[in-house]
């Protein structure tokens, strides 16, 4: 039924860009979509998170480098990625909320892979 496909992953030298994509499908109404990364054998951390209003949250880590952005039309999110470091490399997924409530359904994308060579 719902589906958050993600594309534009890859491998990149240190300093270069990527820009990730996230298509929700089968939703119908999204709050608060962002982008989370884990590292293999780490807990799952925050990227960014964009609001339906546009409000936008960083981890400090990310703040400057990277922007997050939003189409409501197409429930998709991306994420900007430039000035990028070896301490990026991890599995980006995104994340869809459909509402405030503690009942309302999370998804999450499948992931995709980004690795920033030294």
Same mark, same amino acid.
């Given at each position: ?34 982008? @989370?990364? $884990? ?5 799952? *951390?925050?990227? %960014? ?6 409000? +936008?949250?960083? =981890? ?17 999110? @991306?994420? $900007? ?5 070896? *301490?990026?490399? %991890? ?6 909320? +459909?509402?405030? =409530? ?17």
């Amino acid at each position: 039924q719902v589906q958050l496909v993600e594309s534009g992953g890859g491998l990149v030298q240190a300093g270069g860009s990527l820009r990730l994509s996230c298509e929700a499908s089968g939703i119908i109404f999204s709050t608060t979509m962002g982008w @989370y990364r $884990q590292i293999l054998g780490q807990q799952r *951390e925050l990227v %960014a998170t964009i609001t339906r209003s546009g409000r +936008t949250t960083y =981890a400090e880590s990310a703040q400057g480098r990277f922007t997050v952005s939003r189409d409501n039309a197409k429930n998709a999110v @991306y994420l $900007q990625m430039d000035s990028l470091k070896p *301490e990026d490399t %991890a599995v980006y997924y995104c994340r869809v909320e +459909t509402g405030v =409530a503690v009942e309302s359904p999370v998804y999450w994308g499948q992931g995709t892979q980004v690795t920033v060579s030294s």
